[in-house]
């Protein structure tokens, strides 16, 4: 009995806790941040640029480990934001804030990644060959979609920087905005998360990676981890945009109820547990 009464009073903390406000205070946080970032980066010396706002800027190692780390919380917390709205959504769910809430998780992917391209050190130089590698493997679409989000080999990460900060920061809004009208998120009520992001940009460094040359493995991102195993062993199409977008389009279009919605959510579960192991096997080459 007193287990049941243990597991209940978890499982309505979890509920209570106000985790989509907790996202919305981290991203405002990483929003200000790259603000202050933006204005000191020049997208035709992206390596120099950073090294410049880390080393000379007043604060600026501060400013980018703030940067980096609120954008990590806020995408985790809208991860779990996401899992626990999935846990109690009901038919009356508005089917267009869902498609919104879903479609924000790839836009928060993206400017993760992108946000690691513009850092132009081995890891961005990485990550930007790989991006263009992917999105050309695509049939039809592949070199328009390239030429309009990346296209860096020709005009350098003055694409990528305009829609890291300009394309996909409206992508987001967009996605997010009827939840952000609905459920208001106060600074008040999140000071200690604020302090802890805080706290984490002061105590953490980023680092950068100017060696181009001798380096046998670059590891990307964490959450890339999964796809750059995938890399070793599939054609650039399917572990980058196939196998992706079969999760993405599980979500999208998971019913408020049914056998169609355990389907969706049996499939999720198994493309999640096949990428953590194909993550922890990358996780290994580190």
């Known amino acids: 009995m007193a287990d049941n009464d243990d597991k209940s009073a978890v499982k309505s903390w979890i509920f209570s806790v106000r985790w989509g406000g907790h996202a ?35 604060f600026g190692a501060f400013w980018r480990s703030l940067h980096y780390c609120s954008s990590q919380a806020f995408f985790l917390l809208l991860l779990i934001h996401l899992t626990l709205v999935i846990g109690r959504r009901s038919g009356q769910f508005a089917q267009t804030a869902w498609l919104r809430l879903t479609a924000s998780v790839p836009t928060a992917l993206m400017l993760l990644f992108t946000g690691y391209i513009l850092r132009g050190d081995a890891t961005g130089d990485a990550a930007g ?26 005009a350098g ?27 208001p998120a106060y600074w008040r009520n999140h000071l200690p998360l604020t302090l802890l992001l805080f706290a984490a940009a002061a105590a953490v460094k980023i680092p950068l990676e100017p060696e181009r040359f001798g380096m046998l493995h670059i590891a990307g991102p964490w959450f890339f981890w999964g796809m750059q195993e ?35 959510l049996l499939l999720a ?12 096997l990358a996780w290994t080459r580190l």
Request: net charge positive; charged share 10%.
């Open 24 to 58: 919305l205070i981290s991203l405002y946080i990483s929003a200000l941040s790259g603000l202050v970032l933006g204005l000191q980066y020049n997208p035709a010396e992206p390596f120099y640029s950073t090294a410049t706002i880390q080393l000379v800027i007043p």
């Open 129 to 154: 060959a790989i991006s263009e590698n992917i999105t050309l493997s695509i049939p039809l679409f592949g070199k328009p979609l390239n030429k309009l989000l990346f296209d860096i080999g020709a």
């Open 269 to 280: 579960a198994v493309w999640l547990l096949g990428y953590a192991v194909f993550s922890g």
């Open 157 to 183: 990460m003055r694409k990528v920087y305009l829609y890291h900060a300009v394309g996909l920061m409206l992508l987001g809004a967009f996605c997010i905005w009827p939840h952000l009208r609905r459920y």
């Open 230 to 264: 995938l890399l070793r062993h599939l054609p650039a199409f399917w572990a980058g945009a196939a196998l992706p977008g079969v999760l993405t389009a599980a979500l999208l279009l998971l019913p408020a109820q049914g056998k169609a919605r355990t389907a969706c």
